[in-house]
């Protein structure tokens, strides 16, 4: 693994932005969509292959 160095106030912008999206609907379907196929198989005809 490679580590990459950022300014702090990136750092800190980024921070912001996920805090921001963790409350939107958005990431809320999106976490609710992980769950509902998690448990799931899926075959290549399913994914549209």
Do not use: C, Q, W
């Not at 912001?16 to 005809?45: G, Q, V």
């Amino acid at each position: 693994m490679e580590t990459v160095t950022i300014p702090k106030e990136d750092f800190e912008l980024k921070e912001r932005e996920i805090e921001t999206l963790r409350d939107t609907s958005l990431y809320a379907r999106l976490l609710e969509f992980e769950k509902n196929i998690s448990h799931k198989k899926f075959t290549r005809k399913d994914l549209g292959f």
